[in-house]
């Protein structure tokens, strides 16, 4: 198989040049998850309860613009690659993997938040651990979703796939390895508390969050490499997306020790 330069950027989501019922939920449920952002903000304007010195509601309000994301690049990446994984079944379950493993992670943050208790490392009561273990098991599965993804795209790829597709299986295969990876570690290490940097809230080192980011959002980034890369670097575009492929890889690698400096 060969990688072309010149396929077209825009492809629409089935054969019937219609968006599938699948991406259509998706993009539906991202609505929603933002409308629910939305509404968490307007209460966190009225609460000023805090857990370790952070607002309670700054966490479910970040899953949910997350999980909005999220859903919304699942489609765009079906679409920019030119795949036809829209048209078959198989793309309603993952949506439906995606969705449900998301939605109990929201409900469960948000749940806890209304209580004035935490969502992460909640052990309290035989129900608030086993609570977290499920979160951490829907955590596991919604990112799972992204591999699932990855392989649907890559054994249906044409004779001649773009590089856009290239990047599009690379940037969902790193965010289900780099994700459970440091996820896994973040399950066992608890980051420090305070507000760390601003807007984003973590620190720098002793947190497995910088990294957990990097890995979640190579969903999004990696292919945008690509369509830059297809779009500036010419016949050098599949060697452009490589370099920096390595390069986020090794980003990740670098937050992924920082997050052991300072930990007693």
């Known amino acids: 198989m060969t990688i072309s330069n010149t396929t077209p950027l825009t492809a629409p989501l089935t054969r019937t040049g219609m968006l599938s019922t699948p991406s259509l939920v998706l993009l539906i449920y991202g609505g929603l998850m933002l409308l629910a952002f939305f509404m968490a903000f307007v209460v966190s304007l009225n609460d000023a309860r805090t857990i370790r010195d952070v607002g309670i509601w700054i966490k479910p309000m970040k899953f949910m613009a997350a999980t909005a994301i999220f859903a919304w690049t699942s489609v765009w990446v079906v679409m920019i690659s030119r795949s036809a994984v829209a048209a078959t079944r198989v793309w309603g379950w993952i949506a439906a993997l995606l969705i449900s493993t998301s939605l109990f992670e929201v409900i469960?943050?948000?749940?806890?938040?209304?209580?004035?208790?935490?969502?992460?490392?909640?052990?309290?009561?035989?129900?608030?651990?086993?609570?977290?273990?499920?979160?951490?098991?829907?955590?596991?599965?919604?990112?799972?979703?992204?591999?699932?993804?990855?392989?649907?795209?890559?054994?249906?790829r044409t004779q001649q796939y773009n590089v856009i597709t290239l990047g599009v299986v690379i940037g969902l295969s790193f965010t289900f390895l780099f994700s459970a990876i440091s996820g896994f570690l973040l399950g066992g290490n608890q980051p420090p508390p305070g507000q760390g940097l601003p807007f984003l809230g973590w620190h720098l080192f002793a947190d497995i969050r910088p990294a957990h980011f990097v890995g979640v959002h190579a969903q999004q980034l990696i292919p945008l490499i690509g369509l830059l890369a297809l779009r500036f670097a010419g016949k050098h575009a599949k060697q452009t997306l490589l370099v920096c492929a390595v390069l986020y890889a090794l980003l990740w690698v670098v937050l992924t020790g920082f997050s052991f400096v300072g930990i007693p």
């Open 108 to 156: 469960y943050i948000t749940y806890q938040a209304a209580q004035g208790s935490g969502s992460h490392y909640n052990i309290s009561t035989p129900l608030n651990a086993a609570l977290f273990a499920l979160m951490g098991i829907a955590a596991v599965g919604l990112v799972a979703s992204q591999a699932w993804l990855a392989w649907e795209i890559w054994k249906r």
